[in-house]
C-alpha cells in the first residue's frame, strides 16, 4: 500500500491511502489541474500525430504540427519521449526516462499551502508513525503521527492498542 498524509499550512492533516501505483495514480489525477497524460506520460512522436488524427507523417502534419515533426525528426519517431508537467514544464517532452512515482509525488508537491508526505509501503509508513520522518515528528506534529496511525490501524497494518 501507499499513505500519503497531507499537512496543510492551516488545519488539520489528513491521511489516504492508496492500494497500488494504479490507485495512487487515479487517486492523484482526480484532484489535480491537469489532465491524466499531463502529470506523467510516455509516448512516441508517431503516436503522438496519431492521437490528433495524423496516421501518417506529411507535409500536411508537418504543417499543422511542426513541434511534434521536430520531436520525431531529432530523437526518431518511435523513441518514448517522456511528459511530466509539474517536473518538467508545462507541455515538454525528454527522451530521459521520468518515473510515474516522481511525476505523481512533483503534482502533489506543486499543490499550494499543503505538503504531502507519501509512504510507499507498509515498513516506511509504520517507522514515520514511530518518528523516522522528521516531516511528521516530535510534539508539535503528534496530529499528523495519529492520523497516519488511524490509516494504519483502519487498514490493519497496526493493532488499535490505544
Same mark, same amino acid.
Given at each position: 500500500?501507499?499513505?500519503?498524509?497531507?499537512? =496543510?499550512?492551516?488545519?488539520?492533516? %489528513?491521511?489516504?491511502?492508496?492500494?497500488?501505483?494504479?490507485?495512487?495514480?487515479?487517486?492523484?489525477?482526480?484532484?489535480? !489541474?491537469?489532465?491524466?497524460? $499531463?502529470?506523467?506520460? +510516455?509516448? #512516441?512522436?508517431?503516436? &503522438?500525430?496519431?492521437? &490528433? /488524427?495524423? =496516421?501518417? &507523417?506529411?507535409?500536411?502534419?508537418? +504543417?499543422? @504540427?511542426? *513541434?511534434?515533426?521536430?520531436? /520525431?525528426?531529432?530523437? /526518431?519517431?518511435?523513441?518514448?519521449?517522456? %511528459?511530466?508537467?509539474?517536473? &518538467?514544464?508545462? /507541455?515538454? @517532452? %525528454? #527522451? +530521459? !526516462?521520468?518515473? +510515474? %512515482?516522481?511525476?505523481?509525488?512533483?503534482?502533489?508537491?506543486?499543490?499550494?499551502?499543503? #505538503?504531502?508526505?507519501?509512504?510507499?509501503?507498509?515498513?516506511?509508513?509504520?517507522?514515520?508513525? $514511530?518518528?523516522?520522518? =522528521?516531516?511528521?515528528?516530535?510534539?508539535?506534529?503528534?496530529?499528523?503521527?495519529? #492520523?497516519?496511525?488511524?490509516?494504519?490501524?483502519?487498514?490493519?497494518?497496526? *493493532?488499535?492498542?490505544?
Amino acid at each position: 500500500m501507499i499513505y500519503v498524509v497531507e499537512l =496543510p499550512e492551516q488545519g488539520k492533516p %489528513r491521511a489516504w491511502f492508496a492500494y497500488d501505483d494504479e490507485d495512487f495514480s487515479r487517486k492523484v489525477a482526480a484532484s489535480d !489541474p491537469l489532465q491524466p497524460w $499531463e502529470i506523467h506520460d +510516455e509516448v #512516441t512522436a508517431r503516436e &503522438l500525430l496519431e492521437d &490528433l /488524427g495524423h =496516421p501518417v &507523417l506529411d507535409a500536411a502534419a508537418r +504543417e499543422r @504540427f511542426p *513541434a511534434i515533426c521536430a520531436l /520525431g525528426d531529432e530523437h /526518431g519517431w518511435d523513441t518514448p519521449l517522456y %511528459r511530466a508537467d509539474h517536473l &518538467l514544464g508545462r /507541455g515538454v @517532452f %525528454r #527522451t +530521459e !526516462p521520468v518515473a +510515474e %512515482r516522481d511525476a505523481l509525488s512533483a503534482a502533489l508537491a506543486a499543490r499550494g499551502g499543503v #505538503t504531502s508526505c507519501i509512504y510507499w509501503s507498509d515498513r516506511d509508513a509504520i517507522g514515520a508513525f $514511530e518518528g523516522a520522518d =522528521p516531516r511528521i515528528a516530535g510534539k508539535a506534529l503528534w496530529w499528523a503521527r495519529r #492520523t497516519l496511525y488511524e490509516q494504519l490501524v483502519e487498514l490493519e497494518v497496526l *493493532a488499535d492498542d490505544n
